[in-house]
């Protein structure tokens, strides 16, 4: 089967904390994001990466930080510097820097105390 | 400054009727554009997609209609199942910028049996 895991469902963290979130994808797509998404708002673009070994700064790269080892691995640090952590976080993947096509997986929701 | 921007947060339909949902846009570099849909606790499917080449693409129950000229999209899902009881979000690529996704905060549809 194949398609992104994101792992765990539910995460929880006492402030102050760095905790990284896992995505893992097995559909042989070059390029990966990261979203946040908080109540009754949109997704908002983290980091992303259209090949292995480069990332670039989305939208609200403050606080974070990823790294893009293997082609089917994409982790996000949320650091201790990110304001305000608490919120559903979630991967994507698509086939390449020009195919706007992408595909989510089911998310993270990190809460932090 | 929001550059896509669904302005209902919330669609109520019978079932069978017609559900329409907008979205307007503000940046003219926006070549391609796509709707997802979600569920609550899980990531975002790929619904529909239109390139600015075209004004309407049709697949099944759904419509997306593009008018450039006033910059706004919008779905039309007919006819309306309660399974399609969910958020949609409408999306934005400008070709320059690869395919980095501009997000909607997206329109919660209800279908009422």
């Known amino acids: 089967d194949g398609g992104i895991t994101q792992s765990p469902k539910y995460l929880f963290r006492k402030e102050g904390q760095n905790v990284t979130l896992s995505c893992e994808q097995n559909?042989?797509?070059?390029?990966m994001y990261w979203y946040r998404q908080d109540p009754g708002q949109g997704l908002r673009l983290i980091y992303y990466?259209?090949?292995?070994?480069?990332?670039q700064k989305g939208d609200i790269a403050e606080g974070y930080s990823v790294s893009r080892e293997k082609k089917e691995s994409f982790p996000l640090t949320v650091t201790s510097a990110q304001k305000n952590p608490t919120a559903f976080y979630l991967c994507?993947?698509?086939?390449?820097?020009?195919?706007?096509?992408?595909?989510f997986g089911p998310g993270t929701r990190l809460t932090v105390t | 400054d929001q550059q896509v921007k669904q302005n209902s947060p919330s669609l109520s339909v019978q079932e069978g009727r017609i559900s329409i949902l907008n979205c307007d846009y503000t940046?003219?570099?926006?070549?391609?554009f796509l709707w997802y849909k979600k569920y609550p606790a899980e990531g975002p499917t790929f619904l529909i997609s239109?390139?600015?080449?075209?004004d309407k693409n049709e697949d099944g129950r759904f419509t997306v209609f593009l008018n450039k000229s006033a910059k706004h999209l919008s779905l039309h899902i007919v006819p309306s199942q309660p399974g399609d009881s969910a958020v949609y979000f409408c999306?934005?690529?400008?070709?320059?910028?690869?395919?980095?996704?501009?997000f909607g905060g997206g329109t919660r549809v209800l279908v009422k049996p």
């Open positions: 559909l042989n797509h070059d390029a």
């Open positions: 940046n003219s570099m926006f070549d391609y």
């Open positions: 994507a993947s698509s086939i390449g820097a020009r195919n706007y096509e992408q595909y």
């Open positions: 999306a934005a690529s400008a070709g320059a910028a690869g395919n980095k996704l501009t």
């Open positions: 239109i390139s600015s080449i075209k």
């Open positions: 990466s259209q090949i292995v070994n480069d990332f």
